[in-house]
């Protein structure tokens, strides 16, 4: 049983671990200079598998969940600068996906797991550092992405057809995905940290702020 993922930092060897809670130990994976790590059931299974991002090589390893433990499946380069964050989503045409953030745009990758996945470029503002998806894999959702550079929350339909921005305080860098209601709509947090400061946006039952 996997419990967490924790990325070890940027030096030239880091990797991704797996925290097993029956022996409180690490399982070491080879993912140089991981960013950012997260969590999504993309082949169906009902075990959560994993994505790593490599923001210095501009890479994305799948760590796909099997018989209760993890194996790296592959690595994608992605033809983007500077990527840092990833999320685990549905298309409109019902694939399960995952979209990076990059400086400028955001990389769609259809069917993560064929042997030819499918890969789209969406364009976006400069210097995102993360992006959330409002639902889980099971349904189609929207993207939400930050921009540090325009201090804006950017949102984008299931169509991924346009960017509706929204302010926010100067340095924002993450954003949770968390139901604050509770009402069954996720909700969005976002923490600024040049100015120290959470924005919440509430869903209005329509996958928008």
């Known amino acids: 049983m996997v419990d967490a993922f924790v990325s070890a930092g940027l030096a030239e060897e880091a990797?991704?671990?797996i925290l097993d809670g029956a022996t409180s130990a690490f399982e070491a994976l080879p993912a140089a200079h991981v960013s950012d790590v997260r969590v999504?059931?993309?082949d169906a299974d009902g075990?959560?598998?994993?994505?790593?991002v490599s923001t210095t090589h501009s890479t994305l390893q799948i760590l796909r969940n099997e018989n209760g433990g993890l194996e790296v499946l592959h690595a994608l380069t992605l033809d983007c600068?500077?990527?840092?964050?990833?999320t685990v989503f549905r298309t409109v045409e019902g694939s399960t996906s995952f979209a990076v953030?990059?400086?400028?745009?955001?990389?769609?990758?259809e069917r993560p797991l064929s042997t030819a996945p499918g890969v789209a470029i969406v364009d976006a503002p400069a210097r995102l550092y993360d992006i959330a998806s409002l639902a889980d894999s099971?349904?189609?959702?929207?993207?939400?992405?930050?921009?540090?550079?325009?201090h804006e929350l950017l949102v984008a339909p299931p169509s991924l057809e346009g960017w509706t921005p929204y302010g926010l305080a100067r340095g924002p860098v993450a954003i949770a995905v968390v139901d604050v209601q509770p009402d069954n709509y996720p909700d969005l947090i976002v923490l600024s940290l040049e100015q120290r400061r959470l924005s919440l946006f509430v869903n209005q039952r329509g996958n928008a702020p």
Do not use: H, N, Y
Not at 101 to 109: F, Q, R, S, T
Not at 138 to 150: F, H, M, R
């Open 15 to 17: 990797t991704a671990g």
């Open 40 to 42: 999504g059931d993309m």
């Open 47 to 52: 075990d959560p598998d994993a994505l790593a």
């Open 81 to 86: 600068k500077s990527p840092r964050a990833a």
């Open 101 to 109: 953030a990059c400086d400028g745009a955001v990389v769609i990758v």
């Open 138 to 150: 099971s349904v189609p959702a929207g993207l939400s992405v930050v921009s540090i550079e325009s």
